[in-house]
């Protein structure tokens, strides 16, 4: 079983306490689906939760997310150029899925597609508290389709979801990433069972066309599956 857990934004206790729900139902790992705040500042509360974690030798699960579009990217893409692969260690157990990678997680197999449009980025700071990559790239839509229907996944982990989910927000059918993530579940004709995301902060399930849709929530509400 994992446990899909919602929106955090690097609230440190939350993490202390999914940490400890996973424990006691003896999970091993959680997928987080973006808006972690880990690594926000470049040393937040939440990379030193995973650090004294690791350095304690205290058990706890392996973290999986897909990134949101509250996310530090200029710090996730050097330690992505710094490391060079799909999956990134940001801080001791915790990993992003770099976007349009699928990985094996519990015997299924998980394609991650992280970024979104914040809709208060005219308040927010370029460099400090907003970055431009949390919108995904023409490349990356691309390649996020070919492993969608060529690679067929159990599941998808993302941070925004298509427009057949119908979340009720104005000016969403302009945005660029549930267009486009839209445009992918139309020209395919592969359907997952599962799509975990983010961003609206709602726990809530939507059964579209055989694949179950779930928001995931904020500040450790989760879905387990």
Not at 123 to 141: C, D, H, M, N
Request: aromatic share 12%; proline share 4%.
């Amino acid at each position: 079983m994992i446990m899909y857990v919602g929106d955090l934004h690097g609230d440190v206790d939350a993490y202390a306490a999914m940490d400890r729900e996973a424990i006691k139902n003896n999970i091993s790992i959680i997928v987080q689906v973006g808006d972690s705040g880990v690594l926000w500042d470049g040393g937040c509360p939440v990379e030193k939760y995973f650090k004294k974690r690791d350095r304690q030798g205290r058990k706890g699960p392996d973290w999986y997310t897909c990134g949101g579009n509250h996310e530090n990217w200029d710090v996730w893409q050097k330690l992505e150029n710094e490391q060079t692969h799909k999956v990134v260690e940001i801080a001791p157990g915790f990993h992003w899925v770099t976007r349009a990678h699928t990985i094996e997680l519990d015997g299924k197999s998980h394609l991650f597609f992280g970024g979104a449009e914040s809709t208060d980025k005219h308040l927010r700071i370029e460099g400090v508290s907003w970055w431009k990559y949390e919108t995904p790239t023409a490349g990356e839509f691309s390649d996020f389709f070919d492993a969608f229907d060529s690679g067929r996944p159990d599941v998808v982990v993302a941070h925004e979801a298509p427009l057949c989910v119908d979340l009720n927000r104005v000016g969403r059918d302009s945005q660029v990433t549930p267009r486009n993530l839209q445009n992918v579940i139309t020209l395919s004709d592969h359907r997952p069972s599962f799509y975990f995301f983010g961003h609206h902060h709602i726990l809530k399930e939507w059964k579209i066309d055989g694949v179950s849709f779930w928001c995931c929530g904020i500040g450790g509400e989760y879905v387990a599956r």
